[in-house]
């Protein structure tokens, strides 16, 4: 694989998918861990393509015409059927290394074919990648669409972000204020406008690094385990790699604070500039996205919504509802912004625990135990309020309430 540190900097090329690494080797923070990756297999893989969703606001940034949308979506679905072949593959290949680890129980000898497997893999995906906004940039052939095409190079880099920032486990270090927008429809408002542009140049730079360091920490565990030996001890798990691995978490855990930072002051930026009606909107989805466990629906929340729609519902089932979710929210508002507080304090701390692996028990945990206690409690006065057969209408909203076939939509699959 090319190590292109200097053309990620200059945005010249679009060689993000690099630190996709992340997805499939996993945290390699250990050998057990590796042996994870492994589990994967390169199943998600898909996950990493260019969607098609992106692709229009792609389109969008660079004010293509019917002609040029139209052409950018034929080279879209000749890079996605390239891609998923090279996936293919490599699941294939992975899958058969898997089984035969399964049966010796060597893992350690699988080290070595693996990372082999790994890196033609990614350079592969790299390559396709490249050759997709290579292609895109050659019908940006006006002189403003030429000009507008960095904003295409920092609207990827905001989407690949995210998956290094997982390494950066930093709550809202790797949000994106623009799809936010795109989300409360803010587009109309030109102040708002000014600000998100000047935000999506100042997180790019962070974005940029944050990317880098990530490839580069796991481009030295291909590199490790492609150049294993077979009876090197502990898997190359030395003391000199272990240093190697807290410098580089330390780096990305410096950088998605800096993430963080950028997205949260831009963030209120935006709100103010929004008319009234549209604030609490913004900051819901910024709260969403920043600590989406705290702040994606509930089950109260789910079960609500969904007795709510029962036509046999009387007005005075109606009117408890409202009542009951007024006091459901007046009693989880405040559990919620202390439990988000928790989870940015364990996540700063030097404990060593900031991680998430194991440890004793945070406020943060125990915060989350109050809600689940509380929600519990609220989804049983939800269902006592309905009739036997109200609760035999009411769908299934168990789960967490993500909805997997629209993110596949938007990479080209469902």
Known sequence: MRMATSIIRSGQRMSFVRILLVFVLGLTASPALA???????????????????????????????????????MLHSDYLDKFKSANDTFTDAMQKIQEEAGQSGDWQKMMRPMGTIMVGFFD?????????????KMLAMEPAQEAAFVRVERARRRETVGMAGQMATISGATIDLHDIAREVEVSGNEAARDALLAYEAEIDQINTRLIDRAFGFMRDNLERMKNMDDDEE??????????????????????????????ARYARQI?????????????REVKRRTWPTVYRDSSVERQMDAAEKLDSLSTEQRENLAAIRDSYQREATPMNE????????????????????????????????EREELDERFVERVRALLTAEQLEDMPDVGGSGFDADAVLRQFGGG
Do not use: C, H
């Not at 792609?58 to 040029?68: E, H, K, R, S």
């Not at 592969?124 to 895109?136: A, I, K």
């Not at 502990?234 to 997205?263: F, I, T, Y």
């Not at 988000?340 to 440890?359: F, L, M, P, R, T």
């Open 234 to 263: 502990n898997m190359g798990w030395n003391a000199e790699a272990m240093e190697k691995m807290q410098e580089a978490m330390s780096d990305m855990r410096d950088l998605g604070s800096q993430g963080k930072s950028v997205n």
């Open 338 to 369: 202390r439990w988000a507080k928790a989870i940015d304090e364990v996540q700063a701390s030097e404990d060593g625990n900031w991680w998430g692996w194991g440890g004793e028990d945070t406020e943060a945990d125990e915060i989350e135990k």
């Open 35 to 73: 042996q994870w990756g492994m589990g994967m297999g390169g199943g998600d893989a898909m996950q990493m393509a260019v969607s098609r969703e992106s692709v229009d606001t792609y389109a969008d940034l660079l004010g293509f015409d019917d002609v040029q949308r139209d052409t950018a979506k």
């Open 124 to 136: 592969r995906l790299e390559e396709l990648e490249e050759t997709f906004f290579s292609d895109m």
């Open 271 to 283: 709100m103010q500039l929004l008319p009234t009606e549209r604030q609490s909107d913004w900051d």
